[in-house]
């Protein structure tokens, strides 16, 4: 917690009438001269300020002459003509091209952009860089006070017989002074306005009503009897609910009510957006198709996508839109090769975030079709998508090759062959999709899931353990949680070697922020490059710009060893699709390869994991809601991956401590046992490098097994963890964790809290259990809550217990604003 000190600043106390009484005349004379003369200056100064502001009208008014000159005598191509001249850019709408070349002619040629090199662009007050960053996104580069050329400018024939080129002319010429464009200071977006909020949104009040604030709107809880109220922010969830009283009430008084987006487009955009783009009606798409997964309240498009068919389960699975699966198509595979891909590019700039399927589908009768569908992630229903039957199959074959090269760039048998690929401007990339049934396809469905541990060999309690992990619903909250849960796209379902290609991009990327020499726009560029290169590569419904560590650890770091998890999991499930008669948990569960059973509620282990997850959790708070933890369930686990209790054993300092997990994580934990974190990052849980992070406190575990607030199930992990002969402490993040992981040495995180060591005990003969109430410790400053501890060595970590637990809402504390 940040401490912050007022300081009070004391002003010097005036002269005491004896004090002035010993001023010599001389003294009081300089002082009456002082006084005299300041007036004068400060008149002087304002003066200057005055005819600075009447010089810049001067000049605006000139600006505006001229412009109307122009427009009167030179067509939209001669304007086109003269910024080709110029080495300026020509491209885009009438409408633009206008403004651009009336600029470059009254103020000077534009330089490049400073970041990329690439061309800029006169637009509004701004000037904006037109050119690509790389070629996986665009240069985000923005100015008010663009870099100019001191060049002549040149004129095609075309307008030397102009009334204009004289003026033009006499302008072009840098000799002759070219003022400089200047601005008045820039308008924040909520400048006048009068914002009023309501229900429940992403955000608390209180934080949008200081966010508003500071960029000069203001905030009235009220919409009635208040004048000028600009708008109703609500979530776009009161449109299915019919509305509030207030929403109402608004709509009574003809004020617009809009989605929380729009205060978020706004200001990344530096102005307000216009209103009716947002309206809670208006974003209801024509002839009912509904509205799209990305515009939706994110709780509504959870219940969608959490339901939603998954459209293609793997590189065999014929997309459910044409309907053929059901009739026994299949994609068609011809010389080794599968003609089924998955395409996808974001770049957010230009408001792009597509997807492309692309089949040849065989039906039963040999009828070939080829089929395509392309469109915006999470805007399926409006996407374009074709099916054609083709005759001749080499006709298909070579039609397919040319649209994969016309919208990729690369040609399609290097790919499908060799894997070999070129990512280029402006073009799609494929997402490697690997032959096998995606989780959300294979795993238990709702249907499934009553009579799945009905016939099963399992021990009742195991069965439905093994059920919970072999059903869809865990796996598809994940993916929803984490925003990669598009149904077009079978994310849960890609190769090793895409996967491999998304941990080098983290991992490349993670390395240059840390020696990162660019700053402002230029590093703001780097960071926007690798978030469009990261969501082309891992397609998400709702892609963004990551910003900082917080960002990277968990939206791209764990969200990838997420997807990794869940990709492992979809090859131990395949397909249960079927009948669950031939006992398909028994069979699921072998393939682990581990150990499960339930733990006596009356045995002393038991009770003695209860009583460490008593004493060292505290409630989980989410918005205004704290929620408690009870136990359901332990099981002993024995991981094959893992060593022994009896091998641990040997190896000295030993803790037991507490994992956090998601369940969608557990079926390669219980195989493999846990695995390092993919990178280092200076915050909880990456800190340490790449190392297996545990805890002494339950409570930070929890925050990685609870994940949402309408699941309320979910599993600790307790293992024990051997530190190793040398210990390293650290209160803030190592500067060089590479050093720690190659020398393997165990590292102890301390965080603000620690367990009260009074009540630590021993277990299994050497075994810490560091059980203690959590009370404060003396590292307040400490960039962890709670002590952490880092193992760099698997073979160092056993996993003994899984903890089924249950979060229980404890209260619901109400914002008087939202209630």
Not at 411 to 420: D, I, V
């Amino acid at each position: 917690m940040h401490v912050f000190n007022l300081v009070h600043e004391t002003r010097s106390q005036a002269h005491t009438a004896s004090d002035e009484r010993k001023m010599t005349r001389k003294q009081k004379a300089e002082t009456k001269s002082q006084d005299s003369a300041s007036p004068k200056k400060a008149k002087t100064e304002e003066d200057n300020g005055q005819e600075g502001e009447e010089s810049m009208v001067d000049i605006r008014a000139e600006f505006e002459k001229f412009c109307k000159a122009i427009s009167e005598h030179l067509s939209i191509k001669q304007m086109r003509e003269i910024l080709e001249a110029n080495g300026q850019y020509s491209s885009g709408d009438d409408d633009a091209v206008v403004p651009r070349c009336q600029d470059i002619m009254f103020y000077g040629p534009l330089d490049h952009c400073p970041i990329c090199g690439g061309m800029l662009e006169c637009s509004g007050d701004r000037y904006h860089c037109v050119g690509d960053y790389s070629e996986w996104s665009s240069c985000i580069y923005s100015t008010r006070e663009p870099p100019r050329r001191e060049d002549t400018l040149r004129f095609p024939k075309s307008v030397e017989s102009t009334p204009v080129y004289d003026l033009i002319k006499k302008r072009g010429d840098p000799k002759k002074s070219r003022p400089p464009r200047k601005y008045s200071a820039p308008k924040k977006p909520f400048d006048g306005m009068m914002i009023s909020l309501a229900g429940r949104l992403t955000r608390t009040h209180q934080y949008w009503k200081s966010i508003i604030e500071e960029y000069g709107g203001k905030v009235n809880n009220s919409v009635i009897g208040v004048a000028g109220v600009t708008c109703l922010v609500v979530s776009a969830a009161e449109r299915d609910r019919g509305g509030s009283s207030k929403v109402a009430e608004a709509v009574e008084r003809s004020i617009p009510v809009v989605r929380e987006a729009w205060l978020s487009d706004s200001i990344e955009k530096e102005q307000a957006q216009p209103l009716d783009a947002y309206d809670i009606a208006s974003d209801i798409a024509v002839e009912g198709r509904g509205i799209s997964l990305d515009k939706m309240d994110p709780s509504a498009e959870a219940l969608e996508t959490i339901t939603a068919d998954l459209k293609v389960f793997g590189k065999r699975g014929v997309h459910k839109d044409t309907k053929m699966q059901d009739e026994g198509a299949r994609i068609l595979e011809k010389d080794g090769l599968l003609y089924n891909c998955a395409l996808s590019v974001c770049n957010q700039k230009n408001q792009i975030n597509d997807f492309c399927i692309m089949q040849l589908i065989m039906s039963p009768e040999n009828r070939l079709h080829m089929y395509c569908k392309k469109g915006r992630i999470g805007d399926s229903i409006r996407a374009d998508d074709k099916l054609e039957e083709w005759e001749d199959v080499d006709d298909a074959i070579q039609e397919f090759a040319r649209l994969f090269e016309e919208l990729t760039g690369n040609e399609f048998e290097s790919w499908e062959r060799e894997k070999k690929i070129q990512k280029k401007h402006h073009k799609f990339f494929p997402i490697d999709v690997d032959d096998g049934v995606e989780v959300r396809h294979g795993a238990l469905g709702l249907r499934q899931l009553g009579s799945a541990a009905a016939h099963s060999k399992l021990d009742p309690m195991v069965a439905n353990f093994v059920k919970v992990l072999c059903s869809q619903e865990i796996y598809r909250y994940a993916l929803m949680e984490l925003g990669h849960d598009s149904p077009e796209v079978p994310i849960g379902m890609l190769t090793d070697l895409h996967l491999k290609r998304c941990e080098e991009t983290l991992l490349y990327f993670v390395e240059k922020v840390k020696s990162m020499k660019e700053t402002g726009q230029a590093a703001e560029c780097v960071w926007y490059e690798f978030s469009q290169r990261w969501f082309t590569l891992m397609p998400s419904i709702r892609p963004f710009t990551f910003r900082d560590y917080t960002d990277l650890a968990e939206h791209a770091a764990s969200a990838y060893e997420t997807i990794r998890d869940v990709n492992f999991a979809s090859r131990i499930i395949e397909d249960m699709s079927g009948s669950t008669l031939d006992d398909p948990l028994f069979e699921r569960y072998n393939k682990l390869g581990c150990f499960v059973s339930p733990l006596e509620k009356d045995s002393d282990d038991y009770k003695m994991i209860v009583n460490y997850l008593e004493k060292t959790y505290e409630p989980i708070r989410v918005g205004d809601m704290s929620y408690g933890v009870s136990v359901e369930n332990i099981f002993s686990v024995e991981v094959s991956a893992c060593p022994s209790l009896d091998d641990i054993k040997k190896i000295p300092n030993k803790v037991l401590l507490w994992c956090g997990t998601r369940s969608s994580n557990l079926l390669r934990h219980l195989q493999k046992g846990f695995l390092p974190s993919v990178c280092s990052l200076p915050v909880s849980g990456y800190m340490f490098g790449r190392a297996v992070v545990c805890s002494d406190a339950a409570a930070e575990a929890a925050r990685y097994g609870f994940t949402a607030i309408d699941r309320p199930e979910g599993f600790l992990v307790l293992a024990v963890a051997s530190l190793g002969e040398e210990i390293k402490e650290f209160s803030s993040p190592p500067e060089d964790t590479k050093a720690l992981e190659e020398k393997k040495i165990g590292v102890k995180g301390l965080g603000r809290k620690k367990t009260d060591e009074k009540e630590h005990f021993v277990w299994k003969d050497d075994i810490k259990v560091p059980c203690g109430r959590l009370i404060p410790s003396e590292y307040k400053d400490s960039v962890l809550e709670y002590n952490e501890y880092a193992v760099y060595d698997p073979q160092q970590v056993s996993i003994r217990y899984l903890v089924a637990v249950k979060f229980d809402e404890q209260g619901v504390v109400y914002d008087t604003d939202e209630a």
